[in-house]
């Protein structure tokens, strides 16, 4: 189990509002907002306690939401953040939680990812977007040398990390960690932190 420092209480309840309106997340599942989307956000904790926070940018691709950027943002207040999706009602949504929360590291851009050419960030984040190889195609071209792309994904990563080994070539990078962990959750959910570095070259 991480240890979370923040309160999360007044999130859960603009977020149930919010979703209220527009379905960010099943209403089965709502039940399970803290287990399954918020802890879950936050487990880049154990990136970060391994590698520590040297970084000032994060960017989340494909942010749905809110997740995992508006978590991360809570927890990490000197961190700036930026959620990209290019679904209109889905950052209109996050920026009603986001302005609700008065979160002013969050910063949410309406667009696709491809369009960010000349951004580059420390961290780039994407959870439950695409396969990791087609994810590191849009992430690792926006990323600082020497910086990190972190993937989450499901126990069933094996796979997609064989595939994606010629475009870990063709950006200079490399999977560094994959780190393991579950959900606190009764049925037992194994999840991992893809953990890609850009070699400085």
Do not use: W
């Amino acid at each position: 189990m991480i240890e979370i420092k923040s309160d999360f209480k007044d999130y859960i309840d603009v977020f149930l509002e919010e979703n209220s309106k527009r379905n960010l997340i099943s209403h089965n599942d709502e039940k399970f907002l803290y287990e399954k989307h918020i802890y879950d956000s936050l487990c880049i904790k154990l990136f970060f306690d391994k590698y520590g926070i040297n970084c000032t940018s994060l960017l989340d691709i494909g942010c749905g939401g809110g997740f995992p950027c508006v978590p991360i943002a809570m927890e990490y207040p000197n961190l700036r953040v930026t959620g990209i999706d290019s679904i209109k009602k889905k950052i209109d949504s996050v920026e009603n939680i986001k302005n609700k929360l008065g979160l002013c590291n969050l910063n949410l851009i309406c667009d696709r990812v491809e369009n960010l050419k000349n951004s580059e960030f420390d961290i780039v984040v994407s959870r439950a977007v695409a396969n990791l190889l087609k994810v590191s195609q849009y992430a690792l071209p926006i990323l600082q040398s020497g910086g990190y792309f972190i993937a989450y994904k499901s126990k069933k990563a094996d796979e997609e990390i064989a595939n994606v080994q010629d475009c870990l070539k063709q950006y200079n990078s490399k999977i560094v960690d994959v780190i393991e962990y579950a959900l606190p959750t009764e049925e037992h959910y194994e999840r991992k932190l893809i953990c890609i570095k850009k070699v400085k070259g």
